[in-house]
């Protein structure tokens, strides 16, 4: 069955350190992929997407991330994270002809100033 | 460009009441999608609406049910309303049914009591 995993539930880290979260997918093929930013209270907003081509995506806030055929992975990263980007994350995919997205179970992200 | 917009915000409903959330895509978007997202997890596919027909649809019994109407804006209606309802209902507005761009709405928090 198709799914996608986020293995860390919380992760923290201090006020200008560097971040990666971890996603997983399972697949037949590759899907198209995409990381979502929820704060409390709030709906999700797109940080970047990856349908093909070059596998490190760059998008909004100073996020990127890379997609690792070889791994199914595609981990989101931040060279100095700011306390605003205390939220939680969730990395979703879909797949060409389908209508829907799979979502992982989310990364809470505290930031300690 | 305006975003997408869903009403109202919370509602609260007792136990076997019925419940319509409301949704209006963003402009130019002709594909509306419906999601749960209980807390705590991430959010569950329920159904897709393209140029007003159902699309597809997740593992939800056929209590939960939709519209969308010439606009596109669309409607989620959920019959005898259960306590595990209770959750956070995104819908999320794209061009086009397959895997593109989702963009979503902030929600609607329902609680049933």
């Known amino acids: 069955a198709q799914s996608v995993t986020q293995p860390d539930i919380h992760i923290t880290v201090s006020e200008g350190a560097s971040l990666e979260l971890r996603c997983n997918y399972s697949?037949?093929?590759?899907?198209?992929l995409f990381w979502y930013v929820q704060s409390p209270g709030q709906g999700l907003q797109l940080l970047l997407k990856?349908?093909?081509?070059?596998?490190l995506v760059q998008g909004i806030k100073g996020f990127e991330a890379e997609f690792k055929r070889s791994q199914s992975s595609f981990n989101l990263r931040k060279p100095s994270v700011h306390w605003s980007d205390a939220a939680e994350y969730f990395c979703a995919a879909a797949t060409s002809g389908t209508y829907k997205y799979i979502f992982g179970t989310g990364t809470r992200l505290k930031v300690l100033a | 460009e305006t975003g997408v917009t869903q009403s109202p915000t919370h509602l609260i409903k007792t136990r076997g009441q019925q419940v319509t959330l409301r949704c209006s895509s963003q402009s130019g978007h002709n594909t509306v999608s419906w999601y749960q997202q209980a807390l705590g997890q991430g959010p569950q596919f329920i159904f897709q609406?393209?140029?007003?027909?159902?699309?597809g649809r997740g593992n939800f019994p056929p209590r939960f049910s939709g519209l969308q109407f010439p606009n596109y804006s669309s409607e989620l209606n959920v019959n005898a309303l259960e306590l595990d309802d209770s959750a956070l209902y995104l819908c999320?507005?794209?061009?086009?049914?397959?895997?593109?761009?989702?963009?979503f709405g902030p929600g609607t928090r329902l609680l049933v009591l």
């Open positions: 990856y349908f093909s081509g070059d596998t």
């Open positions: 609406y393209y140029r007003e027909e159902e699309n």
């Open positions: 999320a507005s794209s061009l086009g049914r397959e895997g593109e761009t989702q963009y």
């Open positions: 697949y037949g093929a590759t899907p198209y």
